[in-house]
């Protein structure tokens, strides 16, 4: 039903209600007080322990509360911004770096910087799965181009929409984790997504060896360890973690 229609981004709200726990893991501590002015981007919230992620402001204001309100995860210390001023940065980095020539480890901390979670159920911490130990011997980096829902479109979308992004992101992905191997599992009912990453990879994978596997479409393709099984015909072992098979 919305394969078809394209991202559209919302209007800016007037007031903003920003919870400190939009990840799985301990909710961030605030570090911003009632009163304070904020521009869009800045940090709000201050990951808290090992499994804890930043959360930054949606948009520029005054902070003019900090509430417990009601969220999926119960009730959460939420930060609350009335809108004034303009957005300086228009959703860009103000200052562009060259990535490439930045160390993994540094990007790493960058990704930790930015509080990056996955979008899945568990929004979990990007950077601590992009730092596993050493001796669990890692060699492929899969990405999800598979919908969870069979009426989900919003990943298919991205990818048509995103696909330099997309292959840029996993690209940076692979220098963090040190090895060169990316594939991008698609389902084959996305075809113009297909062709669309297709396309990016050939003008630039950034010296990887980064492809795309299309895949059956059948449910449950994109959960995570049918994933790893179409593709690398490995099994993740009950209670274990892809990391456990390479």
Known sequence: LTADRPLENFSVPHVCYIPMQQHIGVPARPVVQKGDFVREGQLIGEAVGFVSANVHASIPGKVIDIVESLTVYSRQTTVVIEAEGSFDSTGLLSDPVDWTKIEGKVLLGKVREAGIV????????????????????????????????PYLTVDDMLMRT???????GTAIALKILGIKKGIIGVEDNKKEAIKALVKSIKRESYGMDISVRTLKTKYPQGAEKQLIYSILKKTVPSRGLPMDVG
């Open 118 to 149: 996955g979008l899945g159920g568990a929004a979990f911490p990007a950077s601590i799965k992009l730092a596993p130990p050493s001796e669990m011997n890692v060699q492929t980096l899969i990405v999800n181009g598979s919908e969870c829902e």
């Open 162 to 168: 995103w696909p330099d992004e997309i292959i840029e």
